[in-house]
Structures are given as C-alpha cells and as structure tokens.
C-alpha cells in the first residue's frame, strides 16, 4: 500500500532544475486555467472526473492490462520476467490512457474543440479515438513525411473523424508537428485543448500525463504482488517522450529497492552531427543536456548555439529531440538509471519477443526487450517490462529494416518473395 | 548622430520620443548577414525608430509561415549567435534595437548555462532591448537580471488574453515597451485588422508604459488605425520579411530589396504619422 | 446462474441433422482420441486444464474483455446499445479464446506439432501466437491468393515462429487452405494436432471450439446484468463458421426472452450463378442446403450436383461457403434467427462505428452493426453486440472499397492523395 | 463374356477369383467422359480385374496433387453425376466397375436429400462398387443399406491407424474387398514402398476379405512387393492419372494415351502375378 512515492509536485510544476512553463503569454493563462483543472478535476477528483476516467479506461480501454508471466523468456534469462501488457489497450499502445484523460478534462473543462500532435500516429490515434469516444472534434498535426510513411495511422485518424493536418516545414516530422500545434493553440486558446502526446510540456502537463499514466504502475505493482508475493527487483521501460516510463515508473519510485532502468534509442549511434544539425539517436537523457524546449527546461539533443538536432530513431515513437522533465530530474537524481539501445539490437528483439512469446511489441517496446537482452539476469530475480504497445503498426517498417541487414533473430520472409 | 560605433546603445524609450514609433522586424541572416546590415540601414533611412532583428532558432512557435522560412534560410546561411551578434556590432545605425529570439539559443550561449553570458554579449554588440517570446515573465527572473545589471530593456507580449492580475505585473515588469499582440495566433501579415487590437489597446489604457502594436500589421492604413487607436507605436515583420523572401526568390541584388524595404518603412511610418494626426484633434476635441 | 443453457452434446456429436464425423478413415482414431481429450480436459477439467486455460486467456489473452455501453448508438438508436469488446483480446479477435485452447489441449494431449488453415489470416496468426506462448510447432495453411493479399497477416505468423505454407490449388483461399490441412493431418495425425478456425469440421470441434469461445457469452451475460441490472432484449453477433456467434450466444439459449441474430455476409447478392461454381454472398444459413463439408453436415452453399460453391463477402473472414452444424440446427429450429447483411452495409457500418465509436471493426464485425443500423430499437431496450474483432487488418481493403462507392458515412480521404 | 450391356453388373468379388487383381484408378472426365470410356476399355485390355473410375468433388481431401488436378479438369469439362453414370452406362467392359467419390455428390443426388435415389441410378448404370474416402463406417448406415438394395459392394478404406476394435467392425462390414491404405496422407505416386504397407497387410491376417493395397503404387516391382506381402489385390491411381495429364499436357490423342495405360496395366498386372508366383513357393515351402 505504500509506493505512491512522491508528492504532488510543486505548484509551480519544477522537478529539480527541470520543467517550468516557457510558452508565449498568449497561453500563459491557458496553461494556468489547464493547472487549475488539474488540481480540481485530477487531484481532487471535483466531480467524480476521476471515477469517470477510470470507467472510460476499463469499459472502453480494456483496462486493467494483464501482468503475465513470460515463460520462455524467464527461461532464456534465468530470472522472472513479467510483462506489464499495455499493447493490450485499446488502439494499441499506452498512449491512449493519457488521450482519454485529457480529451474527458477538456469537456470537464467545456473546451469545444481538441488538437493534438503525433509522429508515428499512435497519440494521435489514441486521441482520435477517445475523441470519437467523448464527441470532441478533433485536430490531428502530423508532418508530411511521416503522413507518408504511416499511411494506416492517418487512416484509421480520418476514420475516427478526426482531421489530420499535415505539417509541410521543415523535415515534417514531429518536432515540426508539435510547433505547428502550438501555433493553432495559441490561436484557439480560448476554446481548445491542446492534448499533449507525453510527459513534455509546459506545466501542468508532465505531471497530469504522468498522473494519467501512472495506472501502469498502479496496476502492475499490485499484480507483481498478488502474482509473486513480492516487489520487483527491476522495472524497464522504453522512453521517448517519457510517458511510458513515468506511468511504469511512478508508483515504485518510492521503493527503493526496485530499480528503474529508462530505455533511449541509440538508433545507429551515440554520436552528434552539429553541422548537419543531426543526432542519429534520441538519447537525450543519457547523452543530451540541459536546455529549452516546447516549453519545459529539459534534456535535450541540441548543437552548442541551442539549435535542437534532428534526433533519430528506427522506432518513430521514440524519435524525439527532448524527454520529460520528470525523468530529467529522476536522473538526474539517480533514481532512474538510464540505457540506451541501438537500432540493430531494437529489430533483433523485436524478432525474439515475437517468437518467443508470441506477443510482436512494438519498435519502441523493443528497445526495452533489448536492454533485458543484454543484461538477463544482472538486473535481478524478478523483473518487470512493459510491454507499451503492439508492433502491428511497425510491419512494413521491420520487413524494410530487416531486409536490409542480417539478424539472427529474423525468420525467413521468403514466403513474401512471389 | 553618426559614428555611433563607440558610444552606448540607445535606449529603447527612445524610440517613442518623437511621436508614434515605426518599429520593422527582420530575420537576421535571411539570406546572409550582410544583405541583413544592408536592409538594417535601409530601414532606418526610411525612418525606422527602433528595429527588431529575429536571431534564428530552430523551433519558432510563435512564428507563422513567413518568418519560419526566413528563419530557416537563416539558418541555412549559419547564422549563429556569435556571427549574429558580430554583425550587431558592425552595424552603426543610431536607432535602438532590440533581437527577438527563444529563449534556448539565449540560455546555451557561453561557456555557463543561464542567460547572463549572452546579454552582456548583446550589450557589447551594441542591442538594446531583447524579446522572448517563449519566455513568460514567470520564468524570466534570470534573464532580466541580466538585463538590468547590462542596461538592456527586457519587452514582455502583452496577449489578447492577458487580463486582469496577469497584466498589472506584466506591464510593470515590461521595460522599454509593452509589445502588444494584436490577435491571437502567430505572426504573420494580415489584409485586416483584428478587434482584438483595439480592445488589447483599451485595456492598456491605465499604463504608464509606452505600446507598440504587432502581429499582423502590413499596411500603411493599419499603421494609422492603430496609432490612431491609441498605440504609441507599431511593429512590422512579416510584411517585410515578405519582401525580402520575393527578392530571395527572384535572386535579387540585396541593395534592390534594400530600396524597397526602405521605400515601405517610409510609408508605413507616414502611415503611423497619419494616425497620430487624426487621434490628435479627436483627443483635443474630446 | 441459469444461461447454463444446453447440455453437453450427444457423444455423436449431432445436432439434429447436423454435424457428425465426414472424415477419412485414417482420421477417425485422431478424432475418437480428440473426442475423448475433450472429454476429459475440457469438459472434467482432468489435469487442471480448464483453470490453466483460463488463466492463459486471462494473462495471455487480456480477458476479460469489456462490456462497454456503446453512448453514441445508444442515442443514435434509442435502445441501450452494449458492446462486448472481444476486439480486445490478444490478436485483435475472438479468434485467441480457440487457438489458446487448442493448442493448450495439443500439449496436454501430447501432440507435438500442430497445424491450422487460415483465409484472412486472423485465426492463423492467433494460432500462431498461441504456439509460440506455448513452445508450440505450428505451421499454417493459407491459400495464395490470400497470402498474396493479407501480407500483414502472413508476416505476423511468420514472426511469431510459424511456417506459412501457400496452397496453390483451386482458388487459392480458405476453401483450399482447409481441404490442404486437412490432407496434412491425414499424413501426420499422429503427432499433430488440427486447430480448426470455427466451429466447423467433425465432432468434437465444433463442441469444442463452441465451448472455448463461450466465454464471450458467460462474461457478457454476467457484465451486461451487472451494468444494466437485466438481461439482454437481443444478442447480434456476426457469423462466418459461427464461432463468434457461438461463443456470443451460448450462455443465453437457454434465455428464452433473449433474441438470438447471427448475421451473415449478404455479398454482393443472395444469387447464385450455378454455371461459374459462384455464390457472391456467404449466406449459408440464410439461402444454404443441407449436405456434407469438411467433416460435419450442415447448411452450405452448393450447386444441385453437390458441388461446393466458391463463396465472396467483402470481409475474408466471413467468406465460407459452410457454417457450425450447430448453428445451423439453432437456425433450424428457431432459437436462433439468421440475418444478412451486405457489402455495402457492411463498409458503411464499418465506417459509422469508427465515427461514432472511436472503435474501427472488423469488416467482419462491421456486419452485425449494418444490422443493428437497419433494426435499431426494433431490437428491443438493450441489445449486446460482440466486437468479434479489431479492423486494422482490413484498412487496405476498406480504402479500396470505399474508393469504388460513394458511402455516406466514409470520411473523405482525400489527405491520403499527395 | 461380351455383350455386357444388359446383363447384371459382375461383382467385385469377381475380380480377385483368378488370381491376384489388379485395379487400376482414373478420374471420370479427365479430359472428358468421352476419353474416360475409351481409357476404361484400353484398362480392361491391359488386364485390369477391377477398375475404379472417380467421380468429381471440388473438395477432394483425400487426394494428392495429380488427383486433384485431374478432378479439376473433369469438373471443367462439365462432369456431373449424371453425366458420369451415363458414360458409365454406356461402357461395355466385363469387369467390376466402381466408383470412387465424396459423400456430398451422392447425398445431393436426385430430388429428395440422401444416398439412395444415387445407389439406384449407380445399379442401374452398371456399377458394382462404391468407395467414398470421407464416409467413415460410424456415418455410412444409410449408404450402406441403399448398397444392399441395390446389390452394390461398399468398400471401406482400412488406414495405418485402423487397429484393434475399428479394425474388427470395418472388417466386418467392407464388403468387395478391404482397401488396404498403404500409408498415411492423401493419393499419390511415390517410388518407395512403406513399412507401414507390410505392417498393415499382417494386421489384416486373420480376416476373410480379400485385401487390396493402394495410396502410391506406381511400379510394378511394387505390386509384385505387394502381393508378395500377401495382399490380393493393387490398386494404381495416380501413377495412371498421371499418364492421363502428360497426354492432355502434350495435346495427344486419346488412342494413344489409351495405349499406353493399356501397356502400364499390363505391365503392372504382370507384377502382381509375379509376386503371386514369388508368394507360393515359399508358403508351400513352409
Ligand atoms: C508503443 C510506444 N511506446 C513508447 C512510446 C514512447 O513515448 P513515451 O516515451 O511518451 O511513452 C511511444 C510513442 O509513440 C509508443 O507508441
Ligand atoms: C473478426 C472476425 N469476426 C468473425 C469471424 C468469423 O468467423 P466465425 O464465424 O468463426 O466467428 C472472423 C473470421 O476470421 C473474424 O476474424
């Protein structure tokens, strides 16, 4: 019953040196009406929003999420390995925890309208479902390229009435994605929410997504304990953004002995490009450093003027420039210890999970899988994962990845060949 | 008033002095420096009372699609800080002028995180005032005590929706000008004019803060309805950076689209000259 | 505690005039020592199977699954509308609860390879991720026109450790794919488990498969009287074998206020064109006759020589030219009332769930809400509808066929156009 | 022994009174019924006790690929049952005819549901035999009891797995002969013969129906093997079919691809009797 390990955090939305509200005066009293609905609707659960949330999640998120046991895996790194089964809420992935919470506080909030930004297209199908859900028109801003290369997303999108934008600057990715959202709120400030896709953000965002993430931990601690009798060891996640890790994290911070492991990806390698303005990674906690962006004070992957890199990584959900301030600070700490797992390592557990337990995670989980790859039982008697979403979305991209290189993972995909 | 190069920079209150203020905006960098010390002059030749230059950053929320490109061009061309603020130095125009940018470039320059570094550097080259329009007031601490201890005017955005509580310690934080955003949204040129701006306007009333009107402003008869509206001055940006994205286009010599520049800085400036007349006699009517 | 409803069927396996065991010599001693698996593990859960069975399902699978209060059709129709949310388990359909089982009765029974046929891919990758949770050898049958034309699916066995073998006879689809398994068994039966897809095939498969999916209808009869207080006025469910209506409706046959609809794919057109060997519908229990298929009697389509006809819906999981002997026996004896529902209705319900909802179905899915549409409140005060399966695996399909229509609840698509 | 036509229909007992018999297989239709008659007289010819003629199901689960095809062509050369009991018909060879088919074709025969309106035509077209690979003993009591009323032999497949009691009761009721599954899986050719063959030849010791192997018999040191190894009687399916594609493939006559079944059963038909040769000496040996 303990766990429920740190306050409230400061009014003012600071973890350590990290976080803050650095966004244009035109939404300073948007992000201050946005903490005001936090601290009654989500703190103090004013109106019972919290018991409807919770409602939403299970009947229309599928939630609780299993805690299973993963048998031949336990078997292959000689320790208990559970898997906390987030791919198995509704749209996919994790992500729709967060969008149903915030897509309920702006109708709580009498909002009229909800936009929101995505790379890869999971948040923003995740919010165009609770949107579809709830009734709240939708915006969805997406860059060019990835409207390109994620066609199902910005399908299933337009299918769930959603309007998707895309964003033609810049590389068209979601960083440009994410500025162009912040454009429209500042313009629609007054009767829009602008549902934020991680634990990024000025204040209160990373603390409410974290908040509205953290029913991962709520739930698997408790599973660990009615399944085991017992704490984890370890607890791994990947992190893009940081609100997978955050929601694992968050109700373990407060047992010390459970070690929190974070997951970057390393894409091709820890290096920096200053002068192509490129990081062919997005390890900004192990590898980034202090700095501004899309509204928190943060680490971040930025060249020595504090122009922001173009972060990269095989899994387009963790392909991001910056990560929470939270986990920033977590780190920071040392509470949370931080890995980074490349490309290659990422496509060869991506093959082994799906073989192995018959679960295909997706390309951002798979960075977690690689970490326990590399260090099986050295990470204890009793670990847990969460597995933040399924890999059907990332099909094609793993035919072409793994096409393109010699994994031993890999099955044959001659069968394509005809 | 020439040889400016050694004497300390204008203040920005300066810019209000004479009647209303004409204040152009451009990129610095767009498409390289030097073009951007070439329009600088031009601008003041054409009767500029204060300039703002945008020192590019990679992530310009606040910018509609006009600015985006000139800052990406910009960036393009390597404008840095360093280079940007080299080329302040350079310049020898006698009009204050202020750089726009976000606030990461500003807290990453030097070898010390924090902001202090890059404002006594802006002060040497000669800036007056500094503009950030990620950086609300509750974050600026840091960045305004620098300004202070280096004599640089720190200009808050006073938005549409600034109200009440918010705006009494808005305006009194602002120093040199209140830079009132005319509407809601990013920047970028309009063919209208927002009631937005004059209710803004109207709220600003009571202050003892002089109040420059931007975002969105294009046209000589904008100027005069704002000016006329009250404001005590009036920024410009992407109607000329528009201008100097056609000369980029059609591969014009930066000394033609100098000319232009100056040409529509003048106009605008009558355009304000225009507004102050006519409130002139109305305010003496009353 | 009643929904108890039917006895244990005959040892024969009939259904009235349907079922039985149509099956080569060579087989009968695999189907008598089948029949007597089931017997033993499923019926007297001899050696725990059952508690371990559900327990896969449970941590494996994600069951429970939802009974969700559907708000919007609940409106739309002026009837409580609730839906059960099999979308949801691993896999994206229904089709889990049977692999699971069967697979988990292959190894109890010993076997150590099993096989499975498979037309759109679903109950072949739910196989195939059953065998992989399980350490199971699993290889799969699938025709090549369908290997061809649902690659996801394909890729997805392939990764989760199957052989994917195509069968290049005949039409290529899930007729073949079955007649192809069936002569694998026929060569292996020794060693080798049949997962059979539905509840089709000889005794005790269409038992069998009938009691692993009822757990759709044990959770739904206590959830809805749990949210609702009541019994359901209707249950809709779609039917292509019929395991997901039998799953959906086995609880509440011995309901007798309780209406029981299994909607068909309507095609194109109830027609038969004879002369080509084409049905362009898949309505057996609508417009079929009796005769005898792939082990059971039961109602099929065929032509006046007995010949089998080569069926077509829009959705490949509903595109059979046979159904579940005893579906076609509660058909007959009017427990249960058959429905079609055609191409068009189909994408269009398809459509208006993705909407209303923020839940894409299943094409196959999509048929039972074309229906609900057309009946509405006519259904009664409270109908459950079962989300027998997620409609990611048909987004391709959905794009084109809307394409070729002008449908009135299709969003425009225009974003996909650069 | 000629003019059959309107005589009673031998039995299939017949075909094993002088002798081991061998009983070759084709798919009625393939390429045509027209064809199918004239290979069932070039059958006979060769030496054929017994001949099996398949009638076509689309559903042919039971036969491996040549089958398969062939059943495919019949069935687009239009092959109906009615159309096949009267190709049937029309046949004159003196040996036992049966036919070899799924239960589906037969129970939709004729104009109310069941087997005995397809029994009765079958008697009548002349058939002495049915064998219908999907019809287990447990199903088959309203087939079997049309067969008797109608004076036709149903003939069950014995499997490798059909041991013990199975093996008793099937024994009990085939009727014609026991066809003996020479190995797991569906027809097929096959160069090798299997362990499985002899084991369940052994198995079949004690009972007094004749036995005839089948499921991959393609060479005549097979047959020989096989009579050596006490069956009966060999069936030959798609060693035969096999001839049949190859002459469709190439566009051949059907004359000339009769002659060459007619050389294959001869052939095949002297292998048995050498294995029937082989067999003696050594029983008498004993
Ligand atoms: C499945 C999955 N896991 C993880 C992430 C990373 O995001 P975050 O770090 O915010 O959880 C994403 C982002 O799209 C995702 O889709
Ligand atoms: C989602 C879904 N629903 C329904 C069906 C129809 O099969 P059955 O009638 O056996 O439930 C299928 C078959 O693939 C399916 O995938």
Redesign the pocket.
């Given at each position: 019953m303990s766990g429920d390990a740190r306050e409230t955090p400061a009014d003012d939305g600071k973890f350590g040196r990290f976080g803050g509200q650095y966004v244009p005066e035109a939404l300073m009293p948007a992000v201050e009406e946005l903490t005001d609905a936090y601290q009654r609707y989500v703190l103090d659960n004013e109106d019972g929003f919290i018991d409807e949330f919770r409602e939403h999640l299970r009947t229309f998120g599928g939630r609780p999420t299993p805690l299973q046991r993963a048998d031949r895996s336990s078997e292959r790194y000689d320790t208990e390995v559970y898997l906390k089964r987030?791919?198995s809420v509704h749209g996919?992935?994790?992500?729709l925890n967060n969008a149903l919470g915030q897509v309920l506080l702006a109708k709580y909030m009498g909002k009229e309208r909800v936009i929101a930004e995505t790379?890869?297209g999971?948040?923003g199908t995740a919010t165009a479902m609770a949107a579809a859900h709830l009734d709240m028109p939708c915006e969805i801003y997406m860059g060019r390229t990835d409207v390109n290369r994620q066609r199902p997303n910005v399908f299933r999108m337009r299918l769930d009435g959603a309007e998707v934008n895309p964003v033609d600057v810049g590389s068209g990715t979601l960083k440009e994605a994410i500025n162009e959202t912040l454009r429209d709120w500042a313009t629609n400030v007054e009767d829009t929410h602008y549902v934020i896709?991680?634990?990024?953000g000025p204040h209160p965002f990373p603390s409410m997504v974290r908040d509205f993430?953290a029913v991962i931990s709520e739930e698997a601690r408790s599973q660990v304990q009615e399944a085991a009798d017992r704490l984890p060891d370890a607890v791994v996640a990947?992190?893009?953004?940081?609100?997978?890790?955050m929601?694992s994290f968050h109700h373990f911070v407060g047992d010390e002995d459970v070690d929190l492991y974070a997951v970057e990806a390393g894409g091709s390698g820890l290096e920096r490009h200053e002068d192509e303005g490129v990081a062919p990674h997005s390890a900004s906690l192990s590898t980034g450093d202090e700095g501004v962006l899309h509204g928190a004070r943060t680490k971040l992957l930025q060249d020595r003027h504090g122009q922001i890199l173009e972060s990269h990584s095989v899994?387009?959900?963790?392909d991001y420039a910056g990560v929470?301030p939270e986990l920033a600070d977590l780190v920071e700490s040392g509470r949370v210890t931080p890995a980074t797992v490349g490309d290659d390592e990422a496509l060869e557990a991506f093959h082994r999970l799906s073989r192995l337990e018959g679960i295909i995670p997706?390309l951002?989980?798979s960075h977690a899988f690689g970490f326990l790859e590399r260090e099986g039982a050295e990470l204890g008697d009793l670990v847990v994962v969460t597995v933040?979403?399924?890999g059907d979305k990332d099909l094609e991209t793993v035919i072409e990845e793994t096409e393109q290189r010699d994994l031993d993972a890999a099955p044959d995909l001659e069968v394509f060949e005809r | 008033m020439t040889e400016a190069s050694a004497e300390p920079a204008p203040r920005v209150a300066d810019a209000f002095a004479d009647g209303p203020a004409l204040i152009p905006y451009l990129t610095a960098g767009d498409p390289d420096l030097e073009a951007t010390e070439e329009f600088v002059r031009a601008l003041a030749r054409g009767g500029a009372d204060a300039i703002e230059l945008g020192m590019p950053f990679s992530e310009p929320i606040a910018e509609g699609p006009t600015i985006q490109n000139a800052i990406f061009r910009a960036l393009d061309a390597g404008t840095t800080p360093e280079r940007f603020l080299d080329a302040v130095g350079d310049l020898d125009v006698d009009v204050p002028l202020l750089v726009m940018t976000y606030y990461n470039p500003i807290y990453q320059y030097g070898s010390e995180d924090g902001p202090e570094p890059y404002v006594e550097a802006a002060a040497e080259a000669g800036l007056s005032g500094v503009i950030v329009p990620d950086l609300p007031a509750e974050e600026s601490d840091p960045l305004q005590d620098a300004c202070e201890a280096h004599g640089l005017d720190l200009v808050f955005v006073v938005a549409p929706t600034t109200t009440g509580d918010r705006l009494d310690r808005l305006m009194a934080r602002t120093s040199g000008f209140a830079y009132v955003q005319a509407r809601l949204g990013t920047t970028g040129a309009r063919t209208d004019l927002s009631e937005a701006t004059f209710e803004s306007l109207s709220r600003l009333d009571g202050y003892d803060v002089p109040r420059a009107v931007g975002f969105g402003v294009s046209e000589r008869e904008h100027a005069a309805a704002i000016v006329e509206g009250g404001a005590d001055g009036v920024v410009v940006g992407s109607a000329l950076v528009e201008m100097v994205a056609e000369g980029v286009e059609a591969d014009e010599n930066p000394a033609t689209v100098a000319e232009r520049l100056q040409a529509a800085v003048a106009d605008l400036k009558a355009g304000a000259e225009e507004g102050a007349t006519r409130a002139t006699p109305e305010s003496q009517g009353n």
């Open positions: 987030e791919d996919g992935a994790h992500k790379g890869a999971q948040h896709g991680s634990v990024v993430q990947c992190a893009g953004g940081g609100s997978n890790t929601g899994s387009a959900g963790l929470g997706a951002e989980t933040s979403g399924r | -």
